[in-house]
């Protein structure tokens, strides 16, 4: 009974310990980070009324390697549940309102 009853206290400590580590931020690829923009750019302008689709595909490339030019490295904070970090957010922000820009 002895051995049982330190054995759930072992296992109830590790879990413990384990658990109040802190999480391990997920990171993602360069190339990841570029796609999920050109999801983000081709999803907030399908729905732009009167958009030209035609040229939407080729500005939402163009806006995600504009973004992508201010970040350095191969691996980031991956978005968690579809949104991006503050930095990342404005980055493709500004990159897709400068590729849609009326000139």
Do not use: H, W
């Amino acid at each position: 009974m002895r051995v049982i009853s330190g054995t759930v206290a072992a296992v109830a400590l590790a879990v413990g310990v384990v658990g109040a580590m802190p999480a391990s931020a997920d990171t993602i690829s360069r190339d990841n980070l570029a796609r999920k923009f050109l999801d983000y750019c081709v999803n907030t302008q399908y729905r732009v009324e009167g958009i030209d689709r035609n040229s939407m595909i080729d500005r939402c490339r163009k806006a995600s390697v504009q973004a992508m030019t201010q970040f350095e490295g191969d691996s980031f904070d991956a978005p968690s549940r579809s949104k991006f970090t503050a930095e990342q957010d404005r980055a493709i922000r500004a990159a897709v309102a400068a590729a849609f820009a009326k000139k």
